[in-house]
Each structure stands twice: as C-alpha cells, then as structure tokens.
C-alpha cells in the first residue's frame, strides 16, 4: 500500500526494507519505489547503499531485490528480547489442527500488523490472502481488526482520523463502517472478516495481550466462506479466544 514517502534517511531507509519484506520472490527497483511514494533512482541509491552492507541483495539475473544476510543476523540477535512467535507455536498447531483451516499468529507494529507464523489443517481448500510476512494496516484483514479493537476509545479516533482505508481496501472500509465493526468485536471479544479483502476468503481473530494488557499480537484462522457459517462461528470464536487467553497467559510468566 503506498504511503506518504518520509522526510529523512533514516525513514526512508525504513521504509524501503519494510516494503521489500512484504514481497517473498524479491522486488524491482520500480515496485518498490511505488510503494514508498519515493522517486526510483532514490530507492536505487538507498537500495545500493543497503546492499553494499549486506542489508538486501540483489539477484544478478532478474535485477529483483531481497532482504540481505546481515538483517539475518541482526533479527537473530533481537529475537530473545522481541521473538515471541516460539511460544505461539503451540496455539498455533493446535488451532490449525481442531479446525483444519489455515491458523496464523501477527504481532502489531505501529499501525500495521505483520503476519509471522503460518500452519495450515487438513481442509484441502486455503485462503491465501494471509502469509508469513504479509502487512496489512489495523482495521484490515481480522487481525488487524481485533488488535484495533481492543485499543482506547482515544486511540481507535486518531487512528481513524488520520487514514484512509478505503483508497486501498476499498469502500468497506470507512471509517463509520470500521467503527461499526470495532462495536461488534468488542461484543463478541473476537473479530470476523466476511471476505471483505478477498471475497469468498473469510477470516476470525483473537487479540493476545501483554502483561501490561495492551493488545499486541493475534491469532488467526482464514478458510473459505462455506467453513465459517454462522452455526460455526461460535465454535471457532471459542477456540480462539480460549487459545489466545492461554498464550497470553503464557507470555505473562517471566522468562
């Protein structure tokens, strides 16, 4: 999704690796240029300099960008104080396998949600809007929708206030009818797309918390329409919400 294009180095910088990290078979210059709302032979020059410190390569014979080794080993040295995608493994699997649809695990960063783990039941038939490494802002796609949901009141009003969904994600989203939706989560305690992203392709989510009890994380499940009728959506809202209590429990306990 573009966005307004930063007015520094350093967020420029940002911005060119978090998009490149939304494309799993790599990026060109042009892709990624679009999608930060920069000039291409800007993200050509910041691009060059990321790759000369082993930040993203470049594959000689497509000319397509990927994220490079060192940011390999810089994510495995801040795994142990951020990675919490281990212990959500767990809820993961077990999601996956009572329901046989896709199960997913997001955290929150910002105004986005990053899906990080991905397992898939024995339902032969997927939904693929969801991926190990997709962005979606809050208020899209189910995960986004709950983490926002259980936000302050103050907070879900500027962050509505200052987007615009819609232009991306289409009418479904305004605000009014992003509101509507945050009311009904919040009654429900679990959050349900109807295929507003992709039609067919519904999702649920449950919000899991910190020990300080903001909503920083959440678990998915995504499968087609036929498998989330509204006799069924009450089971799978249980289980999520059961696995996403126990899994925050899980990270309340010092390590």
């Not at 990080?116 to 490494?133: A, C, H, K, W």
């Not at 959050?191 to 999702?203: A, D, I, M």
Request: hydrophobic share 40%.
């Amino acid at each position: 999704m573009p966005t307004s294009p930063p007015d520094h180095v350093v967020g420029r910088v940002s911005a060119v690796l978090r998009a490149l990290s939304t494309y799993r078979d790599g990026a060109s210059t042009s892709q990624l240029a679009r999608q930060c709302g920069l000039a291409r032979p800007t993200v050509h020059r910041l691009l060059a300099s990321l790759a000369a410190e082993g930040y993203v390569d470049r594959d000689r014979q497509s000319g397509r960008w990927y994220l490079g080794p060192e940011l390999y080993l810089l994510g495995e040295a801040a795994a142990p104080r951020y990675d919490v995608t281990q212990q959500a493994r767990a809820s993961v699997h077990r999601l996956a396998a009572a329901t046989g649809e896709s199960a997913f695990f997001s955290a929150r960063r910002g105004n986005e949600t990053v899906c990080l783990l991905r397992e898939d039941g024995d339902f032969p038939i997927r939904s693929f809007v969801l991926y190990e490494g997709a962005r979606f802002p809050l208020g899209v796609v189910s995960a986004g929708l709950v983490v926002l949901s259980m936000l302050p009141d103050r907070e879900v009003e500027e962050y509505l206030s200052t987007v615009d969904l819609t232009a991306e994600w289409g009418p479904a989203h305004r605000a009014e009818d992003v509101r509507a939706r945050v009311a009904r989560t919040r009654e429900d305690g679990y959050s349900t797309n109807p295929g507003l992203v992709v039609e067919g392709s519904w999702g649920m989510a449950a919000a899991v918390f910190t020990p300080a009890g903001e909503p920083a994380w959440a678990l998915t499940l995504t499968g087609v329409e036929s498998r989330f009728r509204a006799e069924r959506r009450g089971e799978l809202g249980a289980l999520l919400l059961k696995e996403a209590h126990t899994l925050t429990n899980v990270l309340r306990q010092p390590s």
